[in-house]
């Protein structure tokens, strides 16, 4: 499954720390992969960031948790899942992406 989380612009770093931080660990970001985009990349509210990721059922409940744990200074929490039609406008854009690349590289190799 495609998860999608939207973050405040403002607030990017501390999503960065979040999902970089124990890239050792079991689970963890950096083991599932990640990709973070501004709203300006994806076509949506240039005022968030977004973060992409594909996850087995179990990894989106860890996500889910860690992220809910992404708090500002006012207590509020600042990860929120996007919406399915936001969801699937991202993953669209990402998905896109990766085929420009893989297309590319046959280019390159092929």
Request: no cysteine; charged share 25%.
């Given at each position: 499954m495609n998860l999608v989380f939207e973050v405040p612009s403002a607030s990017k770093a501390k999503l960065v720390a979040l999902l970089e931080a124990d890239p050792y660990g079991k689970p963890c970001f950096s083991r599932n992969g990640y990709k973070v985009k501004d709203g300006v990349q994806v076509s949506q509210d240039k005022e968030k960031c977004y973060v992409f990721m594909r996850a087995?059922?179990?990894?989106?409940?860890?996500a889910r948790e860690k992220l809910k744990g992404l708090v500002g200074a006012d207590g509020k929490e600042l990860a929120v899942e996007?919406?399915?039609?936001?969801?699937?406008?991202?993953?669209?854009?990402?998905e896109e992406e990766e085929n420009n690349a893989e297309v590319g590289f046959g280019a390159i190799f092929g």
């Open positions: 087995t059922d179990e990894f989106a409940v860890y996007s919406k399915p039609e936001v969801a699937a406008a991202i993953s669209k854009v990402i």
